[in-house]
């Protein structure tokens, strides 16, 4: 026959595995939280001539590093900042 301390002991087992799952099906039912979502990019509407002759030149890829006036654009972007 089981004894006092015994019956204890298995209720207290008992109970420390319901309270794991019942832990296990509350981090479950958690809802996830939803990826960030990204907004498209909008380039801004050409607030100035700069600002379109650099579109410009950032258009036309690494031939921009020839031409002239492009060079002249982004010395000028830098001198700003």
Do not use: K, Y
């Amino acid at each position: 026959m089981l004894g006092r301390s015994e019956i204890f002991r298995a209720a207290a087992i008992i109970v420390l595995i319901a309270a794991f799952v019942a832990t296990l099906f509350a981090i479950n039912r958690r809802p996830s939280t939803p990826a960030a979502e990204i907004a498209p990019t909008v380039a801004p509407p050409a607030s100035d001539d700069l600002t379109a002759e650099l579109r410009r030149c950032s258009a036309i890829g690494p031939q921009d590093a020839e031409d002239a006036r492009c060079m002249a654009v982004w010395e000028e972007n830098r001198r700003r900042f």
